[in-house]
């Protein structure tokens, strides 16, 4: 069974920083590229920051460049996404996803999804 599970979300205030986590399995997890994807209600889903397993390429949104910092272990089949400075319009619900192959930042291209962790940022 396909699971992936975000944890570290919270209510944190501006300025703070929070490590999200993405555990995956029961698929290749070296054979896919993992992005970070956040949507606030009323608003399109939209592409955070993303990595390929395979090639260790990375993607950041222009918004994130510079604050957040995506990583991955492969031995633990896991992705993290480092979020510094953060600013209260960083609030939305996170989601980890998983496409076969390279990372692509269109959240339509992703076949597996996470649950989605809150994460809120106070003025």
């Known amino acids: 069974e396909v699971q992936l599970m975000e944890s570290g979300g919270g209510l944190v205030q501006a300025g703070g920083s929070l490590r999200l986590s993405c555990a995956a399995s029961?698929?290749?997890?070296?054979?896919?590229?993992i992005g970070w994807f956040r949507q606030v209600p009323g608003k399109e889903r939209e592409g955070v920051s993303c990595?390929?397993?395979?090639?260790?390429?990375?993607y950041y949104a222009d918004s994130v460049k510079g604050r957040f910092t995506i990583s991955s272990d492969n031995a633990k089949n896991t992705v993290y996404l480092q979020m510094n400075s953060l600013k209260p319009e960083d609030t939305a619900v996170y989601y980890c996803?998983?496409?076969?192959?390279?990372?692509?930042?269109?959240?339509?291209?992703?076949?597996?999804w996470g649950q989605g962790t809150q994460v809120t940022v106070s003025s």
């Open positions: 996803a998983a496409v076969l192959g390279l990372w692509v930042p269109d959240w339509r291209e992703y076949e597996y």
């Open positions: 029961g698929f290749s997890f070296d054979d896919y590229a």
């Open positions: 990595i390929s397993s395979s090639d260790g390429s990375i």
